[in-house]
């Protein structure tokens, strides 16, 4: 069955960086796009940003220019490089594959 499993949150001071880690498994990973959400406290899961098949990318615009998604099909892993981190960007970070399927979420957390 098909499996997304997220690593790499934890607690970072405001400005720091942290490389989340979706590690997919049970399909064909690199024929499917993938993608990153966030939700926070008392709030719904919003996107942050996507990765297509092809490579293409794109971000929600409080993300952009400082956060990177990637994918590493040999690996069947997508990344979220997240850089100039911010209390705002608190939040459980869970990763799709647009048809249903979520990991478990790892929890970030920006805070001094």
């Known amino acids: 069955q098909v499996q997304l499993v997220e690593s790499g949150g934890g607690l970072v001071q405001p400005g720091g960086s942290l490389r989340l880690s979706c590690a997919a498994s049970?399909?064909?990973?690199?024929?499917?796009?993938a993608g990153w959400y966030r939700q926070r406290p008392g709030n719904q899961r919003n996107l942050v940003a996507t990765?297509?098949?092809?490579?293409?990318?794109t971000y929600v615009p409080s993300v952009q220019g400082r956060f990177t998604i990637s994918r590493d099909n040999a690996l069947n892993t997508a990344y979220l490089q997240m850089n100039n981190l911010q209390p705002d960007d608190t939040a459980v970070y869970y990763c799709?594959?647009?048809?249903?399927?979520w990991g478990q979420g790892t929890q970030v957390t920006v805070s001094s």
């Open positions: 799709t594959d647009f048809r249903e399927n």
């Open positions: 049970g399909y064909t990973f690199r024929l499917f796009p």
């Open positions: 990765i297509a098949a092809t490579g293409a990318t």
